[in-house]
């Protein structure tokens, strides 16, 4: 973990470039909802000459962009499904379009996990330019708030702008840590469905391959 944390902190104080990284790689990790508020907070601790409007636009961006991997990544997953478990998500859309866009905002705004709503939505190919203008909303929207409270800070504690920042990031990791530890199996959640769809559709067609949507 030590080294981790190092890894990280080294690219925060990289800048702007060390910034999106660092925030990318964290959230890259599926099914662990790090707390982007942290770690806007942190990179305003750790670099009180930026500015706190970019830090969180910065945040909100990298955090996106992984979001978005991980929808495309389940959205193709969905070659591997039958065309019975497809017929049924495809009778969510109606559902998905009236109430993806704040769901998505709130999963993105809050301490909600979004990894679940991520699949959901992407199962159920949901607009793309819908999901980005409305994640990236509701999650600029707390990385702001975060990095407007480390500024805050970090201007009334000179001299500890640095302690509080590897404290709060020491947290933030070992939650992370701690969170796949304890709840690893629900990472292997859409493994498991699809495993399981692939296993049926091959007992159903006598050896053909599931059809693709």
Not at 29 to 41: H, Q
Not at 68 to 87: K, N, P
Not at 164 to 190: H, P, V, W, Y
Not at 199 to 209: H, I, S
């Amino acid at each position: 973990m030590q080294d981790f944390l190092q890894l990280i902190t080294d690219l925060i104080l990289q800048g702007y470039l060390g910034l999106f990284i660092a925030c990318f790689i964290i959230n890259m990790i599926p099914f662990l909802s790090p707390s982007n508020m942290v770690l806007a907070g942190v990179a305003a601790l750790l670099l009180p000459g930026m500015s706190w409007i970019a830090i969180g636009i910065i945040v909100a961006i990298a955090a996106t962009l992984a979001k978005l991997i991980h929808y495309f990544v389940i959205r193709g997953s969905r070659i591997a499904l039958s065309d019975e478990r497809l017929a049924s998500l495809d009778s969510e859309r109606e559902r998905v379009d009236k109430w993806g866009a704040l769901a998505l905002f709130i999963a993105a705004a809050s301490p909600v996990p979004d990894d679940p709503l991520i699949v959901y939505v992407g199962l159920t190919k949901y607009s793309v330019s819908k999901f980005l203008l409305f994640y990236f909303t509701g999650k600029v929207a707390v990385t702001l708030a975060g990095a407007v409270i480390g500024s805050t800070v970090s201007s009334y504690f000179e001299s500890m702008p640095i302690v509080l920042a590897s404290i709060a990031l020491t947290a933030l990791i070992t939650g992370i840590l701690f969170k796949r530890k304890t709840e690893g199996a629900e990472s292997d959640l859409l493994q498991d469905l699809l495993e399981e769809e692939i296993l049926d559709g091959e007992e159903d067609t006598d050896g053909t391959t599931p059809h693709n949507s």
